[in-house]
Structures are given as structure tokens and as C-alpha cells.
């Protein structure tokens, strides 16, 4: 099963960059300084500031690591097909078992890692899953649900500024949670269901 999830987030994540420039290998763009500054804005929202009350907004820092898994699968996939680096990548979120431990320092140790090598480090994104009680598939149902989001948007008129986020009184990303809580996300097509539902309510409501 995670195989296979993994690659379906590989094919989605080729797919969405692929609509935002075809020939996105060959451009060389800098995944790794996407992740640095994704994980700063993580750390504003789990809270580091010593001089004030502060309470980890567990959502928004599970909702930040999903972008960093973006740009990491885009790391990852600089290295081969989806078949492949699925293989690879299933070996090193397998390797060894993790405690959870102290979230700030681990996030630290990731971003320096990932800055060093200009590489997505995996088993500090494991790690930063299991601190914040996340798993693989929940980690599975928010990525699919933000990529087929991002690809709608793209499709109907965000790069042209014509889209509109806001449909039948409520934002498209609260639409998109509904649908995704609906159905079965161990689906084979559970990314293109949620699509074409979205799709269909999209119709049904800002364009009727």
C-alpha cells in the first residue's frame, strides 16, 4: 500500500509540474531553498518565540509539512521515473524505527541537512512525521487532496487570474476537505474521484 501511494504522489506531483512548466527537469529550480523557506514559516506555527505564549497550530504545521513534501517528491523525482525513486524512497522511510522526539531541533537538523546537500533529506521528513503524530496516510489523504486542488486551480483560470477561490459562500479548500473526507482514499482512482467531484461541484455551484 505505500508503495503504491507513493507513486501515485509521484505521478501527481510530475503531472502538476508538468502543467506549470513542461520542461521542468531540465530547469534545474531550487527545490531545496523552496523546503528551507517552507520550514521556517513550520516553525512560526509550532512556535519558538521564548518571550511569549505560544501553542503549536497543529493543522497549519501538518498543512506546511504537505508543501515541503511537494518539494521534496520534486527533489526526488530529478532522480528518475515515479517507479523508480518510489522504490528507493520506500527504503528509507522503512529504515529503522523512530521516537518521537524534540520537533524544533529535528526541524533544524532537516533544513541543515537538506541546505547542505541540496537533496531532499527523507529520514528527517520521517522523523518530522512521526514528532508530529502524522502518518503516512494522512500524510497520503492531505497531498492528494492540496495537488488535485492546485491542478484544479490551474485548469480553471488561476494562472490567468480568472479563478476564483471563494464558491457558494465558502472557499474552495473547505469544498475540497468535504469531498476528500467522503471518500475512500485506499482507492487505486481516489486522487482522480476527488477531482472530478470537485469538478462537478465546482459546476454545479460558481458556474451555474
Known amino acids: 500500500m505505500m508503495k503504491q501511494q507513493l507513486q501515485v504522489m509521484l505521478t501527481l506531483q510530475d ?12 530547469q534545474n529550480f531550487a527545490w531545496y ?4 523557506v517552507e520550514s521556517a514559516e513550520l516553525l512560526d506555527h509550532y512556535g519558538w518565540k521564548w518571550w ?36 528507493k524512497m520506500l527504503q528509507e522511510l522503512e529504515a529503522g524505527q523512530r521516537a518521537p522526539g524534540d520537533f524544533r531541533e529535528n526541524l533544524e537538523a532537516f533544513t541543515l541537512n537538506t541546505l547542505a546537500s541540496k ?14 503524530e502524522m502518518s503516512f496516510t494522512e500524510l497520503y489523504q492531505r497531498y492528494v487532496g492540496k495537488n488535485v ?29 468535504e469531498i476528500a473526507s467522503e471518500l475512500d482514499a485506499s482507492a487505486e482512482d481516489y486522487s482522480d474521484q476527488v477531482y472530478r467531484t470537485l469538478q462537478q461541484r465546482y459546476r454545479e455551484i460558481a458556474l451555474a
Not at 502538476?16 to 531540465?26: D, G, M, P, S
Not at 537533496?119 to 508530529?132: E, W
Not at 486551480?153 to 476537505?177: F, I, P, S
Open 149 to 177: 486542488l492546485n491542478r484544479f486551480r490551474q485548469e480553471n483560470g488561476y494562472k490567468e487570474g480568472t479563478y476564483v477561490k471563494t464558491w457558494g459562500g465558502r472557499e474552495d479548500n473547505e469544498h475540497l476537505a
Open 52 to 87: 511569549k505564549k505560544q501553542q503549536p497550530d497543529v493543522d497549519q504545521v501538518k498543512l506546511e509539512l504537505v508543501d515541503i513534501w511537494h518539494f521534496g517528491l520534486s527533489l526526488e523525482l530529478q532522480q528518475g521515473a515515479p517507479t523508480q525513486v518510489a522504490e
Open 15 to 26: 503531472e502538476i509540474n508538468t502543467v506549470v512548466n513542461e520542461n521542468w527537469r531540465a
Open 33 to 36: 531553498r523552496a523546503i528551507w
Open 119 to 132: 537533496q531532499f533529506d527523507l529520514p528527517g521528513f520521517a522523523q518530522l512525521l512521526v514528532d508530529t
